[in-house]
């Protein structure tokens, strides 16, 4: 059957009328369809002239993807599909792209132009994707191609293309850390961009690529305040975020007065008779007094960021309301923070998740501003349906907010609680209960008389619980409570938890004294079952024979010799040495006597009682909303919130002027052109030059409504707002005139200059684009003729005068005739020869590219890591252990080999802060101090590459230098041998079948055709362990990767006649592949 006609309409193949389409469809896994001709068929699709047949081609290649199946021979065919017209193909053939970039880099690689070429398109979506296309192929070979893509799309008329450039940076960050500086001056030019489009993403560039370059952010401060309300949600995150660390280092604490307005409020606000029924010597000493006692002042900047971030409390995002809340209780004053307790309280209707991560942060801040929640504490009954966590945080905050008013209604709904069927719930509720008791003195007999009635519980997990808490309560006030104290005893027949028995032998035996007749009764029975006993109750055991033998060693001596002695013996090492300890202690001997005169002081101590607190009690020194507040634990990449400053830092470093680049032609022609799009965006934001003055008086009748209706906080804190922000108009109306007029009087020169230039800024645009495009079409000899600086060229080292002489010793030593450079060495990237000339004219290296190095085969021999005239004496080199690595098993162990090959000795050898993919690991080895001219030296060192063959790259560094250098795994490095007998192999084989199943014929050499030969080539390629076969010329071997510890199962079938057969079985199909293509080269050497 011929191929057209399948394809004569839009829709694809279709067998006939009535039958299942199996054979045609790429993304169904047809039973009977064959591969080669499945992908014939997607081939001649993409070929053809038609859109619909290549847009329908792609839609199945990537749901072939998105099924897990390789579809990376399709490469050749997708890549020229770039250049289509059609935008939804190209969307589709940059999906494809992105997937397959990192593993054929070679193939990506030669698209690199096509990408350059979509730079340029005039289509702002395509340009756009390009970029996103061109950042994701993490190859550092075309890291200066990615900068030079970077800066022009900085550049470009487009805010969507910006945004993608914005998104680009922290990626070539990632991969090339060099490149910082060049960066952040993208950064820099990125964050004055007006549109609310680009502000989100280049603040999250800043903060990832440099988050302590806080200058950057002054002059866009009350530009990013003014946009933050029309930013995307996932941008007003990042803002917020941002913007909270900066106010905690450039505004003064507004809290920091209200200790002293806290202490008499009434003199601070009125002053009192008696104050002015004094004399003249008391009115000095108030003069003197009143600058402690002065008002706070808050600057007008930090004003203006919490009017801008009070309207977001009503945002839908929860994430947004979230960041505000937090922005608000570590800036505001206590006054002002209120306002966020009802948006938090409205997020609790949302999904369990968002209700999990919320109740963390009200449990933090109803520790410190217990006040603002205790209007809705109706809003943390627990309710039923929730989840135990959920439950359990609502228990916190219920706990927190607990005051003498509301005490019984807490209670009321705690003894609800108790009734519940979650176990553990009932259990934190009574420790609640014990928290209440604890911290309201007039509940604590209430609550102790509640714990005492649970102790008749039929729930053994109730009563356990009980009794801690009743431990805890107890150690308040023992005297009062003997009766109790008689009632725990009584119970110690029938309780059976460990903690609870452990916890009545404690209290029996601190007080021992209020039940003198009870508790050697309590011991007799303990010492009868004191071997079935559990470790932490035998512990306690111990202690009460101890503390009754000091006390009443009449009825109780034998007893405590005989609990002693089984303890002597007893499994447990911790209770033998107890044993030992507490003899020496208590009985005299004729050498040591010194300490048993002091066993009742160290015994019978009177003890602290003990503080039940919350668990949330210290995590507020992490950012509220924080994942590492969530977790308790810094996670990494979080930042800490920094410190308020003493000093208030100098407020003119926000006020703006103009930026010397505005002033060229290109872009004041760019913001003409711009103006007709943006004009009401600009309008509303205002422009970012003057202090807000006129929009924050336009906006502040409108912020003011909203929060009035909206907000729910109290009349008298509007009033205040109210009077704070007149007081701040007083206080800067007449700055901010002086500053309009200049800006207006600046804004009008520099219109008329624009007029002026409009035909010489076309001009010089051209000229600009046409040499940018031949710069890069320039080679390093030309470039060097010229001598002008261009942005993307690394600068030359001092020491670039002795390059001649090391070019020459390069050329007689090394094998790979690369050129040295006193430069780090950059890491080392996989290339074919043939595809080194047709990358020496797209990338934007001062040297021509030479193929450095080549695949590794084998884990056998060494290999070269760094060449000693690259590491200026270091040589480095690497082999594969194959040993297990003991730091981790998951890791892959490597030897690396040092030695010195200069006059002078390097000293501090040790691997640098490494920045690696995502899931990769590094076990660095030990610093090598120092290392002695023609010394050699040998380290251990594991890396985890997460079972893929991505080259791990890091620094070598010595005290002086940092060298660059990669590894990049063969395949069958990343697997242990695994022995199993030959049925659990077919087993095991017979689970991995279809698409875990690799198949490749092959034709052994006459070399190849001894037992000892296959083995030993197919073991050096892999490292897996022989299975034993029963058949001649069939082997079989076995492994599993390092990493996840999937099964890898190889067979060779070398029967005669006919080619040899190869087969792979593994869930991971990508490295079954590779191990295929490696053994089948193997083979045929």
């Not at 199946?69 to 050749?76: G, M």
């Not at 206590?334 to 109740?359: D, F, M, N």
């Not at 102790?455 to 009794?467: C, K, P, T, Y």
Request: aromatic share 6%; hydrophobic share 35%.
């Amino acid at each position: 059957m011929s191929v057209a006609p399948a394809y004569n309409e839009d829709k694809g193949g279709s067998a006939g009328p009535g039958e299942p389409e199996y054979g045609h469809d790429p993304a169904s896994g047809g039973i009977f369809s064959s591969d080669y001709k499945r992908h014939d068929d997607l081939k001649e699709m993409l070929d053809s002239n038609k859109d619909s047949l290549k847009l329908e081609a792609m839609k199945r290649i990537v749901a072939m993807i998105a099924r897990g199946k390789n579809a990376s021979d399709l490469f050749p065919a997708v890549v020229k599909n770039v250049a289509c017209k059609n935008i939804e193909v190209k969307k589709l053939v940059y999906v494809y792209l992105v997937r397959y970039a990192e593993e054929q880099q070679d193939l990506a690689l030669l698209s690199i132009s096509t990408f350059q070429r979509g730079l340029k398109d005039p289509n702002q979506l395509i340009r756009a994707s390009a970029l996103r296309v061109l950042s994701s192929i993490r190859v550092p070979i075309i890291v200066p191609i990615m900068m030079l893509a970077i800066k022009e799309a900085a550049s470009d008329m487009s805010p969507y293309v910006r945004k993608t450039a914005a998104h680009a940076i922290p990626k070539l960050y990632s991969l090339d850390s060099d490149q910082k500086d060049q960066l952040i001056e993208v950064i820099e030019k990125l964050l004055a961009d007006k549109t609310t489009l680009v502000a989100g993403s280049v603040v999250m560039a800043f903060e990832e690529v440099c988050p302590e370059r806080i200058d950057l952010i002054h002059k866009n401060y009350r530009k990013l305040c003014n946009l933050l309300i029309d930013v995307e949600e996932w941008g007003q995150v990042v803002i917020i975020s941002m913007l909270t660390r900066y106010a905690r280092t450039q505004f003064l604490s507004p809290t920091q007065n209200e200790s002293l307005l806290e202490e008499n409020p009434e003199k601070a606000f009125y002053g009192s008779e008696e104050d002015e029924a004094k004399g003249a010597g008391s009115e000095e000493a108030a003069a003197t007094a009143l600058p402690a006692r002065k008002p706070y002042v808050m600057d007008p900047d930090h004003r203006l960021l919490l009017r801008n971030t009070k309207p977001l409390l009503q945002s839908r995002s929860a994430a947004v309301v979230m960041a505000v809340a937090q922005l608000y209780f570590h800036l505001a004053p206590k006054a002002e923070v209120g306002v966020i307790a009802k948006a938090l309280v409205r997020l609790l209707r949302s999904h369990s998740e968002v209700q999990y991560v919320v109740l963390q942060n009200v449990a933090t801040m109803s520790i410190k501003r217990r006040g603002m929640f205790e209007p809705y504490l109706k809003s943390f009954y627990i309710r039923s349906t929730d989840p135990t966590q959920i439950k359990i945080l609502k228990l916190e905050v219920l706990t927190n907010l607990a005051n003498e008013t509301n005490i019984p209604t807490v209670l009321r709904e705690f003894q609800t609680y108790i009734r519940s069927m979650d176990k553990d719930f009932v259990a934190a509720t009574i420790q609640a209960i014990g928290r209440c008791a604890t911290n309201i003195g007039r509940v604590r007999d209430t609550c102790l008389n509640g714990l005492v009635q649970l102790l008749s519980n039929r729930d053994e997990l109730v009563v356990a619980e009980s009794v801690v808490v009743i431990k805890k309560l107890l150690q308040m006030q023992p005297a009062q409570h003997g009766e109790i104290i008689k009632h725990l005893a009584k119970l110690t027949d029938n309780i059976q938890v460990p903690m609870a028995r452990a916890s009545i032998l404690w209290l029996i035996g601190e007080y021992c004294e209020h039940v003198p007749k009870i508790a050697p009764d309590v011991l007799r029975k303990m010492a009868k079952s004191f071997t079935a006993e559990e470790d932490i109750v035998k512990l306690q055991v111990i202690n009460l024979a101890a503390k009754l033998y000091l006390t009443n060693s009449k009825q109780t001596k034998l007893l405590t010799q005989y609990v002693l002695s089984l303890a002597k013996y007893d499994q447990n090492y911790d209770i033998r040495d107890r044993a030992r300890f507490t003899r020496q202690l208590i009985v005299p001997s004729e050498q040591g006597g010194a300490l048993s005169r002091h066993a009742k002081k160290l015994f019978l101590a009177p003890k602290p009682a003990p503080v039940l607190e919350s668990s949330f009690k210290d995590r507020d020194h992490f950012q509220l909303g924080s994942l590492s507040h969530l977790l308790n634990a810094k996670a990494t990449g979080y930042q800490e919130l920094p410190d308020w400053p003493e000093e208030a830092p100098d407020p003119s470093v926000r006020n703006v002027e103009v930026p010397e680049w505005t002033k060229s032609s290109n872009r004041e022609k760019r913001k003409e052109k711009e103006k007709p799009f943006y004009s009401d965006s600009e309008g509303e934001s205002g422009p970012t030059e003057s202090a807000d003055s006129e929009p924050e008086s336009e906006s502040e009748p409108d912020s003011k409504s909203s929060s009035e209706s909206g907000s729910g906080e109290s009349s008298s804190e509007s009033d205040n707002e109210d009077q704070d922000e007149d007081e701040e108009k007083g206080r800067s109306s007449e700055s901010e005139q002086s500053e309009e007029e200049g800006e207006k009087s600046k804004r009008k020169k520099r219109k008329k200059v624009t007029e002026g230039q409009g035909e010489g800024s076309s001009s010089d645009e051209g000229s600009d684009s046409s040499s940018s495009s031949s710069e890069s079409e320039v080679s390093s000899e030309s470039e060097e003729e010229q001598g002008e600086p261009v942005s993307w060229r690394k600068k030359t080292p001092p020491s670039s005068k002795s390059a001649p002489a090391a070019k020459e010793v390069s050329l007689l030593d090394l094998e790979d005739f690369t050129p040295p450079s006193a430069q780090p060495v950059s890491p080392p990237t996989v290339v074919s020869s043939s595809l080194a000339a047709d990358l020496e004219g797209l990338t934007l290296t001062d040297s021509p590219l030479v193929p450095s190095l080549l695949s590794p085969v084998s884990g056998v021999g060494r290999q070269e890591l760094l060449h000693r005239v690259a590491g200026e004496g270091l040589a480095v080199d690497y082999t594969f252990s194959r040993q297990p690595f003991s730091g981790d098993p998951h890791m892959v162990s490597l030897l690396i080999h040092f030695s010195n090959s200069s006059d002078t000795p390097i000293k501090g050898l040790h691997v640098g802060t490494p920045k690696l993919p995502a899931g990769i690991s590094i076990q660095e080895f030990p610093e090598i101090e120092s290392l002695a001219p023609g010394e050699s030296a040998t380290a251990v060192m594991g890396i985890n590459f997460c079972d893929s063959t991505q080259a791990a790259n890091f620094q070598l560094c010595t005290q002086v230098r940092q060298f660059y250098v990669s590894i990049q795994p063969p395949v069958g490095e990343l697997m242990a041998p695994v022995f199993m007998s030959e049925n659990e192999f077919k087993k095991e084989q017979g689970k991995l079948t279809g698409m875990n199943e690799i198949t490749e014929k092959l034709t052994l050499p006459d070399s190849c055709r001894s037992d000892h030969t296959v083995v030993q080539k197919v073991t050096a390629t892999a490292n897996l362990g022989r299975v034993p076969c029963g058949t001649s010329d069939e082997y079989r071997f076995a492994g599993r990767t390092l990493t996840s510890g999937s099964l890898v199962l190889l067979t060779l079938d070398a029967r005669p006649p006919g080619p040899a057969q190869l087969t792979v079985n593994s869930e991971k199909m990508v490295i079954g592949t590779m191990l295929v293509k490696d053994v089948v080269q193997a083979l045929t050497q």
